[in-house]
């Protein structure tokens, strides 16, 4: 069992292929419900623009509640995932907005460079929550970029934002793997092991069947 008396806690701590401290750190948030080919995919498809990243669990979202599979099953599922992939790192976080992550991380890691990693829906969701000031978006993404990779479409960042959001290029053939398809294709007893890390797929099999 794992348990955390901390802000942001690391389940497997960050590094680079260099051995050295990232300076800048991808960081790919989600409730990995459970974790997928799609979200190793995105991870290591930033690797091209980060030394290293982070796959952060947070305690909670503002969008959505856990169910089911807690948070500790659940992070045992993404330590698993991750384990084969040295430049990928696992954490837990207090905050669910990205810029409590940052902070959190930053606060961690020292001055590192933060660019949070997602796809198209993801980014469009993000830009436009109505954050309480003074954390407006701009606000923001002072404080870290985005790395936005096309799902079921490309992403256009408002003209304002554009200098602080790259594109990320990803296999088309993810665009249908998600977390809830897994979930769904078990409820109906369909194949569904094609969608998640081999390594994890028996685990998962137990958890959600």
């Known amino acids: 069992m ?3 008396d901390i802000s942001v806690i690391f389940l497997r ?3 680079s292929a260099s051995g050295r401290f990232p300076r800048r750190i991808g960081l ?3 409730s990995f419900h ?3 080919r799609a979200h190793l995919a995105l991870a290591d498809a930033a690797l091209d623009r980060v030394d290293g990243v982070v796959l952060v669990l947070p305690r909670r979202f503002p969008h959505k509640d856990y169910d089911a599979v807690d948070l500790d099953r659940r992070a045992e599922l993404l330590v698993a995932a991750a384990e084969s ?3 990928f790192s696992v954490a837990i976080s207090d905050g669910g907005l990205f810029i409590d992550m940052a ?3 930053r606060a961690a890691l020292g001055e590192a460079e933060v660019a949070f990693i997602c796809g198209r ?3 469009e969701r993000i830009v436009a929550w109505p954050y309480p000031p ?3 978006i701009d606000a923001q993404l002072r404080e870290y970029s985005l790395l936005v990779a096309a799902r079921r479409g490309e992403y256009a960042p408002p003209p304002e934002l554009a200098a602080r959001v790259e594109t990320l290029c990803i296999d088309g053939e993810f665009d249908e793997h998600s977390a809830t398809e897994v979930r769904e294709r078990i409820a109906r007893g369909e194949d569904w092991r094609a969608l998640v890390p081999p390594a994890i797929a028996d685990r998962v099999a137990r958890l959600y069947s």
């Open 2 to 4: 794992f348990t955390y």
């Open 13 to 15: 701590p960050p590094g």
């Open 28 to 30: 790919l948030p989600g």
């Open 34 to 36: 459970p974790p997928t």
């Open 85 to 87: 992939h040295p430049r």
């Open 103 to 105: 902070r959190e991380l």
């Open 121 to 123: 829906d993801a980014a």
């Open 134 to 136: 003074p954390d407006s």
